[in-house]
């Protein structure tokens, strides 16, 4: 089993920054990648960025150039946020897959309004 727990959310303002975290514990071991999702009210749920355990990076459209995932150590996965818009407001979620499971934590909530 592995837990996650996210930190981080917050209301910002248009082109300002957040820092979510997302904390594992349980059995990290052998996680092959962890990611970052996010809900808007009346959408689905949609990758935002993930990172497999060899680095590489995955980016969404929406967010490229203006995110950045980090895995900061075996349990800390972390996804600043930079010139941040009206439309990232929304729960954002973090994702690991271990032995074929996938893992989700409680979300955390960004809004960005003026």
């Known amino acids: 089993q592995v837990q996650l727990v996210e930190s981080g959310g917050g209301l910002v303002q248009p082109g300002e920054s957040l820092r979510l975290s997302c904390a594992a514990s349980g059995s990290i071991f052998s996680i092959a990648s962890v990611g970052w999702y996010r809900q808007a009210p009346g959408k689905q749920r949609e990758l935002v960025a993930d990172i497999i355990s060899g680095g590489r990076t995955y980016y969404a459209d929406s967010v490229k150039g203006r995110f950045t995932i980090s895995r900061d150590n075996a349990r800390n996965t972390s996804l600043q946020m930079n010139s941040l818009k009206p439309e990232d407001t929304a729960v954002y979620y973090c994702?690991?897959?271990?032995?074929?499971?996938?893992?989700w934590g409680k979300g955390t909530l960004v809004t960005v309004s003026s």
């Open positions: 994702n690991a897959i271990r032995s074929g499971i996938n893992y």
